[in-house]
Nanobody, 118 residues
Framework: VQLQASGGGWVQTGGSLRLSCAAS????????MGWYRQYPGNQRELVAV???????NYADSVKGRFTISGDNTKNTVYLQMNSLKPEDTAVYYC?????????????WGQGTQVTVSS
């Protein structure tokens, strides 16, 4: 399974960005996909996950602002980020797992930088 993340960039406080994560390869193995973010010098933290059944879960810090969704026809998961804050600035990674998990970790995409200016 290969994951290709895209959509990062620079935005002002209050703005929006949409991240995409396209899966390819043995995608039938994927049960759950998600997004993490990593601040410099810190561990990755979970932002949002979505299962093939459509179930979702979010970090408290992004609830009400971020929405994770999937398009099975495109094998792509999206993270719509609204009302962005400077503290959302981080490198964002998508991940996928073969098992149902709130912390997908089997497969990783490359990071995409999100920068929110104040």
């Amino acid at each position: 399974v290969q994951l290709q993340a895209s959509g990062g960039g620079w935005v002002q406080t209050g703005g929006s960005l949409r991240l995409s994560c396209a899966a390819s390869g043995s995608i039938f193995r994927i049960i759950v996909m998600g997004w993490y973010r990593q601040y410099p010098g810190n561990q990755r933290e979970l932002v949002a996950v979505i299962t093939t059944g459509g179930g979702t879960n979010y970090a408290d810090s992004v609830k009400g602002r971020f929405t994770i969704s999937g398009d099975n026809t495109k094998n792509t998961v999206y993270l719509q980020m609204n009302s962005l804050k400077p503290e959302d600035t981080a490198v964002y990674y998508c991940a996928a797992d073969r098992l149902v998990s709130y912390y997908p970790k089997d497969y990783w995409g490359q990071g995409t930088q999100v920068t929110v200016s104040s």
